[in-house]
């Protein structure tokens, strides 16, 4: 079993949509959770990053975390479609050093 | 956060061949990493670049098929050793400057014929 489970899509949604992309995770010791989005032919950027539970807001991106579930989710809310990409989900137990990525997400968000 | 730049962007190889990948980054920075990425799928850790001392391999990646150099706190370089066709891949660099995750180059997109 992998360390994290990503949902693994692909999701095709029409422009407007509420998203949502999730990741299970076994590691306990995880603390630091990280979204990363990657468009075709580009590296992952760095979209989200939180520490410990709870939600974090930026824009149009929610991240979740409950580490009572082991469970991470991002919302992206009026989706559009420069939002079509693949998304992964990457936590860590420290803040540097070894990161685990899961195996992405593709959306496409269609107008 | 700091620029990462990656050269070459992408490269058509023969097998058989050695091809040395640059990343240079506009900051000092604490680690460079080096992933591989196969198409679909997610990213794979190769190896932790240290600078000043060899680099910190992952199971499954060894120095002689991937050896790395660090001379300095921006810069790096991975070598993909006689390569065959299973090295066909993406490969990343990234970066983390101790106060935030990594940040990624935009990756070299390798083929081996």
């Known amino acids: 079993q992998k360390e994290v489970e990503q949902d693994p899509g692909p999701l095709s949604v029409p422009e407007g949509a509420i998203v949502s992309l999730n990741c299970t995770y076994s590691?306990?010791?995880?603390?630091?959770f990280m979204w990363y989005r990657q468009y075709s032919r580009k590296g992952p950027e760095l979209l989200m990053y939180t520490y410990s539970s709870g939600n974090k807001e930026d824009g149009r991106f929610t991240a979740q975390v409950d580490k009572s579930s082991k469970y991470i989710s991002l919302f992206i809310r009026d989706s559009q479609p420069s939002d079509s990409a693949t998304y992964l989900c990457a936590m860590s137990e420290t803040n540097a050093g070894n990161t685990t990525f899961g195996d992405g997400t593709t959306l496409t968000v269609k107008p | 956060s700091a620029v990462i730049s990656q050269k070459p962007s992408r490269d058509i190889c023969q097998r058989g061949t050695s091809l040395t990948i640059q990343c240079q980054v506009d900051s000092q920075v604490t680690m460079m990493f080096w992933y591989r990425q196969q198409p679909g799928q997610s990213l794979t850790l190769i190896a932790t670049?240290?600078?000043?001392?060899?680099?910190?391999?992952e199971s499954g990646f060894v120095i002689d098929k991937f050896p790395i150099s660090r001379p300095n706190l921006t810069f790096s370089t991975l070598t993909v050793s006689n390569m065959s066709p299973e090295d066909s891949s993406i490969y990343l660099c990234s970066v983390e400057d101790g106060s935030q995750p990594q940040h990624f180059g935009d990756g070299t997109r390798l083929s081996i014929l």
């Open positions: 670049a240290n600078q000043g001392s060899e680099a910190t391999y």
């Open positions: 590691n306990s010791a995880f603390q630091y």
